[in-house]
Nanobody, 128 residues
Framework: QVQLVESGGGLVQAGSSLGLSCVAS????????MGWFRQASGKEREFVAH???????????GYGESVKDRFTISRDNAMNTVYLEMTNLKPEDTAVYYC??????????????????WGQGTLVTVSS
């Protein structure tokens, strides 16, 4: 069983930066694919970013088109933590942000059903 706990959400102004954290417990974290997703009110869940283990200390990362070049995913395997650094935030980034773990570490990284475990979510609100 894997548990994920996000933190770091809040209310910020457009143009600001904000960092989210997700701490995992259980399993072999360094081998997990970790993903960030978000869901705005009344909208479908959207893929934000992933960090996928390949071999050794090599990880591949990828981003959704709407956050590319503004958001950065990183991880600290010693701390079982994945981060999402968000810069130049826009009102349209307002959503509940979820981290997720894919124990199989394969398949479509942008597809929510590929992930086995989810955090409870943290709300990010960006004011204009």
């Amino acid at each position: 069983q894997v548990q994920l706990v996000e933190s770091g959400g809040g209310l910020v102004q457009a143009g600001s930066s904000l960092g989210l954290s997700c701490v995992a417990s259980g399993g072999t974290f360094r081998k997990f694919r970790m993903g960030w997703f978000r869901q705005a009110s009344g909208k479908e869940r959207e893929f934000v970013a992933h960090s996928t283990w390949r071999f050794g200390s090599i990880y591949y990362t990828g981003y959704g088109e709407s956050v590319k070049d503004r958001f950065t995913i990183s991880r600290d395997n010693a701390m079982n933590t994945v981060y999402l650094e968000m810069t130049n935030l826009k009102p349209e980034d307002t959503a509940v942000y979820y981290c997720a773990a894919d124990l199989d570490n394969e398949g479509d990284y942008s597809s929510g059903p590929e992930y086995n475990y989810w955090g409870q979510g943290t709300l990010v609100t960006v004011s204009s």
